[in-house]
């Protein structure tokens, strides 16, 4: 048998019946959220470029674009994370890791995902607590005097999302084929 180099990341299949209920769910919900951050992006673009052609054609940009923009981009940035880390598609420095034992890397694998659950619930909470003060606040934009609170508490659920994946992907390898050495 081959064994994968470690620097391919190894997403589990659409229909793994290794995942569960629970796991299917949850990275169900984990797609439907990366989509939805799609296409917040692809409408941002789109009034990116209306804005830009209104302002050198017409000198009628989309008013407060910018603000827009930052806005929409935050929590659209964080509709990706859960989905990311359930593919496998974090960031790793395997140079350490590539001459160790799969048991060992995949001992490694779980602190990192019982990391980024911890970090997704810090984020929540942190992200959460930010949006209650900033709504206690008043903060709006300048322009259309949109609630800044409101982009904040959007990012919450990503986050919540993002703890529950990484919590997940913790636990899941060592009941996919019961306890490993």
Known sequence: MQEKESSV?????AGDEQRGPYGRALFALAKWFAYAGGLIFIALVLMSVVSIVGRKLFNAPVPGDVELLQLSSA??????FA???LMH??????FFTANMTSSRRLVLDSIGSLLVGLLGALLAWRTAAGAISLKEAGETSAILEL???LAQTLMVPSFVLLA???FYMCWHPW????KQS
Do not use: I, M, Q
Request: proline content about 10%; overall charge negative.
């Open 164 to 166: 529950l994946a990484g």
């Open 83 to 85: 989905y990311c880390h």
């Open 9 to 13: 990341a190894e997403p589990p299949a």
């Open 175 to 178: 009941t996919r084929s019961g």
């Open 89 to 94: 598609g974090d960031v790793k420095v395997d």
């Open 75 to 80: 929590f659209a940035s964080a509709t990706f």
């Open 147 to 149: 609630p800044v609170w």
